[in-house]
């Protein structure tokens, strides 16, 4: 595919660590938003990423990643249009996350927050469980999509329990990874998303790795239906929401001054 020679050479030398990439919606034309990346466009992200070496791995799979080319993508919400992205990484044979809203399940997205965009269908169980048994991780986004950190106590415990135990049900066993919605959190969340049985968590604070070292606060790269694939290519390497030609040519000014 190409590249321009800045970009190609910098995803040829590859990121100091693996990367978690953040989707949502994967409409099959245009977008509406800014959480919806056309097919077509994940598609030559898949691409890019099996021509440049790269391997992916589920959230769950983090701490036995090898190559710092190493990505996990991840999926907030789960909409039905994200079965064809399903189908397009299985031809790739490279395996993602899915962050489900439980009670959204067949349904459509009518979560709070939403009132600016068209509501869309989502997952069914049947599609659910075909993507799990095709290596597919199911993780979840919660029982209604709703901001944890403004809710008491016991209603986060009833939002985490009763979302596990859903997908669960639906999948048939144990449910370990998490993504906080909207990407708000706090020590309290973070302290009962613990207690409610999941191991790994996912924040939407850019960068590589987690915070802390801690495995309930992984950071994620949004894609953005208007980034270039050059752009892609420098948020992979760079680790960063943001991966502008300023960026870009400060950080390769940066290498060659440290090699003189």
Same mark, same amino acid.
């Given at each position: &595919?190409?590249?321009?020679?800045?970009?190609?050479?910098?995803?040829? %030398?590859? $990121?100091?660590?693996?990367?978690?990439? &953040?989707?949502?919606?994967?409409?099959?034309?245009?977008? *509406?938003?800014?959480?919806?990346?056309?097919? @077509?466009?994940?598609?030559?992200?898949?691409?890019?990423? @099996?021509?440049?070496?790269?391997?992916?791995?589920?959230?769950?799979?983090?701490?036995?990643?090898?190559? $710092?080319?190493?990505?996990?993508?991840?999926? #907030?919400?789960?909409?039905?249009?994200?079965?064809?992205?399903?189908?397009? +990484? +299985?031809?790739?044979?490279?395996?993602?996350?899915?962050?489900?809203?439980?009670?959204?399940?067949? =349904?459509?997205? #009518?979560?709070?927050?939403? !009132?600016?965009?068209?509501?869309?269908?989502?997952?069914?169980?049947?599609?659910?469980?075909? &993507?799990?048994?095709?290596? &597919?991780?199911? %993780?979840?986004? %919660?029982?209604?999509?709703?901001?944890?950190?403004?809710?008491?106590?016991?209603?986060?415990?009833?939002? /985490?329990?009763?979302?596990?135990?859903?997908?669960?049900?639906?999948? =048939?066993?144990?449910?370990?990874?998490?993504?906080? $919605?909207?990407?708000?959190?706090?020590?309290?969340?973070?302290?009962?998303?613990?207690?409610?049985?999941? !191991?790994?968590?996912?924040?939407? @604070?850019?960068?590589?790795?987690?915070?802390?070292?801690?495995?309930?606060?992984?950071?994620?790269?949004?894609?953005?239906?208007?980034?270039?694939?050059?752009?892609?290519?420098?948020? /992979?390497?760079?680790?960063?929401?943001? !991966?502008?030609?300023? @960026?870009?040519?400060?950080?390769?000014?940066? *290498?060659? !001054?440290?090699?003189?």
């Amino acid at each position: &595919m190409w590249l321009d020679p800045i970009s190609r050479k910098l995803l040829e %030398g590859g $990121p100091p660590a693996p990367v978690c990439l &953040m989707y949502h919606s994967i409409p099959p034309t245009i977008s *509406r938003n800014e959480w919806e990346v056309p097919f @077509k466009c994940f598609d030559q992200h898949l691409c890019l990423l @099996k021509e440049f070496g790269w391997a992916t791995q589920t959230i769950s799979q983090i701490e036995t990643v090898g190559s $710092p080319k190493t990505a996990f993508i991840t999926f #907030d919400d789960g909409y039905e249009n994200n079965y064809a992205a399903f189908k397009s +990484l +299985l031809a790739h044979k490279f395996v993602a996350t899915w962050f489900l809203v439980a009670n959204a399940v067949g =349904g459509t997205s #009518d979560w709070e927050d939403n !009132a600016n965009y068209e509501r869309q269908p989502m997952l069914s169980a049947d599609q659910i469980r075909e &993507m799990d048994r095709g290596g &597919m991780e199911i %993780g979840s986004h %919660g029982l209604s999509h709703t901001r944890l950190a403004a809710l008491a106590e016991t209603t986060i415990e009833y939002e /985490l329990g009763e979302s596990k135990a859903a997908l669960e049900a639906i999948v =048939g066993h144990s449910i370990n990874s998490f993504a906080y $919605p909207f990407g708000t959190y706090n020590q309290t969340v973070r302290d009962i998303v613990a207690i409610s049985g999941y !191991a790994f968590a996912c924040t939407t @604070k850019s960068g590589f790795g987690v915070v802390d070292d801690d495995l309930l606060q992984i950071r994620r790269i949004t894609v953005y239906p208007n980034d270039s694939l050059a752009t892609f290519a420098r948020k /992979l390497v760079f680790g960063d929401n943001h !991966a502008s030609w300023y @960026k870009t040519i400060r950080y390769t000014f940066s *290498r060659l !001054a440290a090699k003189c």
